[in-house]
């Protein structure tokens, strides 16, 4: 990929997220292949690569596990997942839109649905959006869907080779809603989106144009993306004409060169909202109704966590979560010390924070990119003070005999955090010897 296409991405596609300009150089460093920058990646930056994965490749055929399932291709993922996956063949038509629901998956947290979408009239610009998802009574939120730039001049979709941004297999990958798991049948509600721009495009992004720096590489690649957007009969703004408050009043949508929507500076919009307000036109709302089989996807869960505090020297571990499953991986463990403080659960946040879990000292097997991780001092509703380690990680592509519970533990790098003395490295020996859990 182009330095100018990454750079683009980063500034386009990474909206929610905290990249600041410092991590954002440090990533294209190492993609260019520049001395690495020995700096811990922050939670920020590792989410960045997620969003960057799912977005830059266009879910290719490339990935594993959970997307490659998504993008049609079961051949590829895990067996577990595969064996979890309830195949669906769902489908309706609206507004020369059609939607194709093909399989789901469930594991007590997340719901996994994917799809294929054809515009059967590609001259009638269309963007498609998750409006709601319902399981039972149960609300479902989308963190992920590939609907969201539907046949705009997304233009690392356009250069994709092979690639059909007027029939895209894809998915959502949903949070259901609430702490009890469904079970037994269980119906699903879909309703997809439609909306249609409500004039027509234009796009409006410097990034498009030289500067004044440029090499004759840069220069080339510029010159060659502007051909490839207007080869769509999309019409490009001029350098100097680059306010998109200005074509908007002369009845243009303007959108940058990722496909999204510029959109009036403070205006806020969220995942549900389906019409930008004089931008973007709700034309039909597609219903898909199926019957998921919660069990079948319950059988793949692996839960290790059995409520009993284990006992250690000066404090007690309480692990309260450590699931592992085909779709999700999480650990919520309370560290609970002898002397009911502040300044004690400190100490003991500082030394065994970042409490993975891994297969032996390794990362488990898997499937995907996903990280969120968060350490904190809390006081309990008992008054209790605990150090919490709360973390949520990949499903795995093959389960383990066993799980350990690895303190300081750096899940991007596969391997124990430096710097730590040789006392602290003692101590966390022996929290590993004890916080094992054999896999059911």
Same mark, same amino acid.
């Given at each position: 990929?182009h330095?100018?296409?990454?750079r683009?991405?980063?500034?386009?596609?990474?909206?929610?997220?905290?990249?600041p300009?410092?991590?954002?150089?440090?990533?294209?460093?190492q993609i260019?292949?520049?001395p690495?920058?020995?700096?811990k990646?922050s939670l920020?930056?590792i989410?960045?690569?997620?969003?960057?994965?799912?977005?830059?490749?266009?879910?290719?055929?490339?990935?594993?596990?959970?997307?490659?399932?998504?993008?049609?291709?079961?051949e590829?993922?895990?067996?577990?997942?595969?064996g979890s996956?309830q195949?669906?063949?769902?489908?309706?038509?609206?507004?020369?839109?059609?939607?194709?629901?093909?399989g789901t998956?469930?594991?007590?947290?997340?719901?996994?649905?994917?799809w294929?979408t054809?515009n %059967?009239?590609?001259?009638?610009?269309?963007?498609?959006?998750?409006?709601?998802?319902?399981?039972?009574?149960?609300?479902?939120?989308?963190n992920?869907?590939?609907?969201?730039?539907?046949?705009?001049?997304?233009?690392?979709?356009l250069q994709?080779?092979?690639?059909?941004?007027?029939h895209?297999?894809?998915?959502?990958?949903g949070?259901?809603?609430?702490?009890?798991k469904?079970?037994?049948?269980?119906?699903v509600?879909?309703?997809?989106a439609?909306?249609?721009?409500?004039?027509? %495009?234009?796009?409006?992004?410097?990034?498009?144009?030289?500067?004044?720096?440029?090499?004759?590489e840069?220069?080339?690649?510029?010159?060659?993306?502007?051909?490839?957007?207007?080869?769509?009969?999309?019409?490009?703004?001029?350098?100097?004409?680059q306010?998109p408050?200005?074509?908007?009043k002369?009845?243009?949508?303007?959108?940058?060169?990722? =496909?999204n929507?510029?959109v009036?500076?403070?205006?806020?919009?969220g995942?549900?909202?389906n019409?930008?307000?004089?931008?973007?036109?709700?034309?039909?709302?597609?219903?898909?109704?199926?019957?998921l089989?919660?069990?079948k996807?319950?059988?793949?869960?692996?839960?290790?966590?059995? =409520?009993?505090?284990?006992?250690?020297?000066?404090?007690?571990?309480r692990?309260?979560t450590?699931r592992?499953?085909?779709?999700t991986?999480?650990?919520?463990?309370?560290?609970?010390?002898?002397?009911?403080?502040?300044?004690?659960?400190?100490?003991?946040?500082?030394?065994?924070?970042s409490?993975l879990p891994?297969?032996?000292g390794?990362?488990?097997?898997?499937?995907?990119?996903?990280?969120?991780?968060?350490?904190?001092?809390?006081?309990?509703?008992d008054?209790?003070?605990v150090?919490?380690?709360?973390?949520?990680?990949?499903?795995?592509?093959?389960f383990?005999?066993?799980?350990t519970?690895?303190?300081r533990w750096?899940?991007?790098?596969?391997m124990?955090?430096?710097?730590?003395?040789?006392e602290d490295?003692?101590?966390i020996?022996?929290?590993?010897?004890?916080?094992?859990?054999?896999?059911?």
């Open positions: 990929m330095e100018d296409a990454f683009q991405a980063l500034r386009q596609r990474l909206d929610g997220v905290r990249f300009e410092e991590s954002r150089l440090q990533v294209l460093t260019k292949g520049e690495k920058v020995k700096k990646l920020g930056l989410l960045a690569f997620a969003l960057i994965l799912i977005t830059l490749t266009v879910l290719a055929a490339t990935q594993t596990g959970l997307l490659q399932y998504l993008v049609g291709s079961p590829k993922a895990s067996q577990e997942l595969v996956v195949p669906l063949d769902v489908e309706a038509t609206a507004d020369n839109i059609h939607v194709k629901l093909t998956a469930y594991d007590g947290e997340k719901l996994v649905i994917s294929e054809e %059967l009239n590609p001259d009638q610009r269309a963007m498609l959006s998750v409006k709601s998802v319902t399981a039972g009574e149960k609300t479902v939120w989308p992920y869907t590939n609907l969201s730039e539907t046949w705009l001049p997304y233009i690392f979709g994709e080779e092979g690639f059909d941004r007027h895209l297999k894809g998915g959502m990958v949070l259901v809603k609430g702490d009890e469904l079970t037994g049948q269980v119906p509600k879909v309703e997809i439609v909306q249609r721009p409500a004039g027509p %495009l234009v796009v409006v992004d410097d990034t498009l144009f030289d500067k004044e720096n440029d090499d004759e840069s220069r080339a690649y510029h010159l060659k993306t502007r051909a490839l957007i207007e080869s769509f009969g999309i019409m490009i703004a001029k350098k100097e004409e306010d408050e200005a074509w908007f002369k009845g243009y949508i303007p959108v940058d060169a990722g =496909g929507l510029l009036p500076e403070g205006t806020v919009t995942l549900f909202d019409a930008y307000p004089g931008r973007m036109e709700v034309s039909a709302v597609i219903p898909l109704n199926f019957t089989d919660a069990d996807g319950l059988s793949f869960v692996r839960d290790l966590s059995d =409520g009993k505090d284990i006992k250690m020297d000066g404090f007690t571990v692990v309260n450590l592992i499953t085909p779709l991986t999480r650990l919520n463990i309370h560290l609970i010390p002898e002397e009911n403080s502040r300044e004690q659960a400190r100490v003991l946040h500082d030394r065994y924070t409490i891994t297969a032996g390794k990362n488990l097997a898997y499937s995907d990119m996903e990280y969120e991780y968060g350490t904190r001092i809390v006081q309990l509703p008054g209790q003070w150090a919490e380690s709360n973390t949520l990680l990949p499903g795995v592509s093959a383990p005999d066993s799980v519970l690895s303190p750096s899940f991007p790098d596969n124990r955090e430096d710097g730590i003395s040789q490295m003692k101590l020996e022996e929290f590993e010897k004890v916080l094992v859990f054999k896999v059911k």
